[in-house]
C-alpha cells in the first residue's frame, strides 16, 4: 500500500525533467513508481520495444535509495537495468548514444542538496519531455501510487553494471586535435559535483594542460557553495583563483557537469551567449555552411556570428528537449543556449559542458592568445541578465505588456518576445513558480539599465 499522494507528481514532474525535496516530494515510492512508468513508456510507446534502460546518478546521498527503488519498478515490468554507477548528465547522454539504449540519471543538477530529481532520454540520447513521453510515464506513474499497478511482468529484468567513464573520456577529447592544443594552465570549479569524477578523466588525456581542481570532493551537501554557476556569486571563487594563480581559463561546472561557464585570465566571466558564438565560429570552421541553433534568449551577436562565418541561424525556445528535437528536424551541427547547455551533433545532439570546454580550448589554441582577446569579437552588446519579477497572472501581465509595445515586431516563439529596433526584450513565465523572466539586450549598459527599470516598472504595475 503506498502513502504518497499521487498529486506530488503534479508538483515534481517538470517540463523536461523531474525534480523536488526528498523526502516530502521525492521519495522511495515515487521513484519506484516513475520507474514503473518510464519502463512501459520505453516498452510499450515512445521506446520502440527496448528492452533495458541505463541508470546513473549523482552525489546525492539520497541517490543510491532511488536508484534502488527505479530499478526494481523498471526489473519487475521485465526490462533489464544496466547501472552506470556514479555518473554526470553527459556521460548518461553518451551512454544512451553509444550503447543505443534509454537512459536516465537522478540528479537536481544545481539545485540546493535538499533536492534531488531525473532525466530522461530514449535511445539514442532523444530527449524526453513532457510533450514527448514524460506525460505518459507521469499517467502511468499516478495508477501506481493509486495503488492501480499495472500488472508485473512474467520475467523479471535482470540487473548488471558497466563503467564507461574511459570510454567517454575518448569520446571528449576525440573533438579536437590533442596534439594541436598548446600548453596552458586550467583550473576547474567542479563544486562538490559530478566535474570532480569527469573533469580530471578528460584533462588526463590532454598531457600538455595542467588542471587544478577547486573543490573536487563529490558532496552532495555542497560545502563550500551551490552547484549553480548561472549566479555570478557562485563563480566568485573561482575568479579569484585564475587571478591568484597566474590561471589561463577558468572553467565552472554545475553540480551534474552537463554545463560549464568559462572565465578568461582576467577573472571576467564568459556569457553562456559569448561562449556560444565563439564555439559557433568553430564548429562552421570545420562545417562550412551548417546550420546552427541559439534560443531566443541568446545575444543579437550570436545569429550576427553564424552568419558572418558562412553559417545558418535557427532560433529556437528554451529547454533543452526543444533544442534536441529542433537538431534532429534540422541536422544542425551546434547548438547554445544563454544558460550554458552546448549541443553537438556528433554527441547525439546532446549537450555537454566538457565538450564544449574542450572547444574552447581549441579556439584558444588556434588563435594563440589570451582568452580576454580571443572573446572580444562576440561581444556586442549589454545584456540584462534573466530578472525574475514575482507576480499573481503570469499571462494576463505579457498581454498587457503585449499591448504596450503593439507598435514593435512581436512574436510568441516562447513567451513574448519584441524588437524595439536598437534594443530588445523577451518575457516569459516560468514553467514551475509565479514568475516572470525577463531577458534584455541593449547597445550599452546605460540604456540596458534604463530600458530594465522602464520594463520592471510597468510589470510590477499591472
Not at 495503488?147 to 529484468?157: C, D, F, I, N
Not at 562552421?284 to 545558418?312: D, K, M, Q, W, Y
Not at 498587457?400 to 516563439?413: N, S, T, Y
Amino acid at each position: 500500500m503506498f502513502t504518497t499522494d499521487p498529486a506530488v507528481l503534479d508538483e515534481v514532474i517538470k517540463a523536461y525533467d523531474v525534480r523536488g525535496t526528498v523526502p516530502d516530494q521525492i521519495n522511495a515510492e515515487v521513484a519506484y513508481a516513475i520507474g514503473v512508468g518510464f519502463a512501459r513508456f520505453c516498452r510499450d510507446a515512445g521506446g520502440a520495444g527496448s528492452e533495458r534502460i541505463l541508470v546513473g546518478r549523482d552525489m546525492r546521498s539520497s541517490g543510491p535509495e532511488l536508484i534502488e527503488a527505479f530499478t526494481r519498478g523498471v526489473t519487475e515490468q521485465g526490462l533489464d537495468v544496466t547501472d552506470l554507477g556514479l555518473a554526470s548528465t553527459d556521460l548518461v547522454y553518451y551512454a544512451s548514444g553509444s550503447l543505443d539504449a534509454p537512459g536516465v540519471i537522478f540528479t537536481a543538477s544545481h539545485n540546493p542538496a535538499q533536492y534531488n530529481g531525473a532525466k530522461f532520454c530514449l535511445s539514442g540520447a532523444r530527449a524526453v519531455g513532457i510533450d514527448t513521453g514524460l506525460d505518459q510515464v507521469k499517467a502511468t506513474a499516478v495508477d501506481v501510487l493509486r495503488g492501480k499497478a499495472p500488472l508485473a511482468s512474467t520475467r523479471v529484468g535482470s540487473r548488471s553494471s558497466v563503467d564507461l567513464l574511459d570510454k567517454f573520456a575518448d569520446h571528449v577529447v576525440s573533438f579536437v586535435d590533442v596534439a594541436a592544443l598548446r600548453p596552458l594552465r586550467v583550473v576547474a570549479d567542479t563544486a562538490n559535483g559530478m566535474g570532480g569524477l569527469v573533469v580530471p578523466a578528460v584533462f588526463e588525456r590532454l598531457p600538455q594542460m595542467s588542471l587544478e581542481v577547486m573543490y573536487g570532493e563529490l558532496d552532495g551537501t555542497f560545502p563550500n557553495h551551490p552547484a549553480d554557476p548561472l549566479q555570478v556569486a557562485n563563480q566568485r571563487d573561482l575568479q579569484a583563483r585564475v587571478v591568484s594563480g597566474g590561471f589561463d581559463v577558468g572553467l565552472a561546472f554545475d553540480g551534474d557537469a552537463d554545463r560549464v561557464f568559462v572565465v578568461d585570465e582576467n577573472g571576467r566571466g564568459l556569457s553562456g551567449s559569448t561562449t556560444t558564438a565563439l564555439l559557433a565560429a568553430g564548429v562552421l570552421r570545420t562545417n562550412p555552411g551548417a546550420t546552427i541553433l541559439h534560443n531566443l534568449i541568446c545575444s543579437r551577436a550570436v545569429p550576427e556570428v553564424i552568419r558572418e562565418h558562412g553559417g545558418v541561424p535557427v532560433r529556437t525556445k528554451v529547454g533543452h528537449s526543444f533544442i534536441k528535437q529542433r537538431m534532429a528536424e534540422t541536422g544542425a551541427a551546434f547548438g547554445g543556449e544563454h544558460s550554458a547547455h552546448y549541443y553537438f551533433q556528433r554527441n547525439y545532439r546532446a549537450d555537454s559542458g566538457l565538450i564544449a570546454t574542450m572547444l574552447v580550448l581549441n579556439e584558444m589554441s588556434l588563435a594563440n592568445s589570451d582568452l580576454s582577446v580571443v572573446r572580444k569579437p562576440f561581444e556586442r552588446y549589454s545584456a540584462s541578465g534573466e530578472i525574475n519579477t514575482q507576480v499573481v497572472d503570469a499571462a494576463a501581465v505579457i498581454e498587457r505588456v503585449a499591448a504596450e509595445f503593439a507598435g514593435f515586431e512581436q512574436d510568441r516563439l516562447d513567451g513574448l518576445t519584441v524588437d524595439c529596433g536598437p534594443w530588445w526584450f523577451n518575457l516569459r513565465p516560468s514553467n514551475t513558480e509565479p514568475l516572470l523572466r525577463l531577458n534584455l539586450e541593449a547597445p550599452d549598459r546605460d540604456q540596458c539599465d534604463q530600458r530594465v527599470a522602464e520594463l520592471l516598472a510597468l510589470v510590477t504595475s499591472l
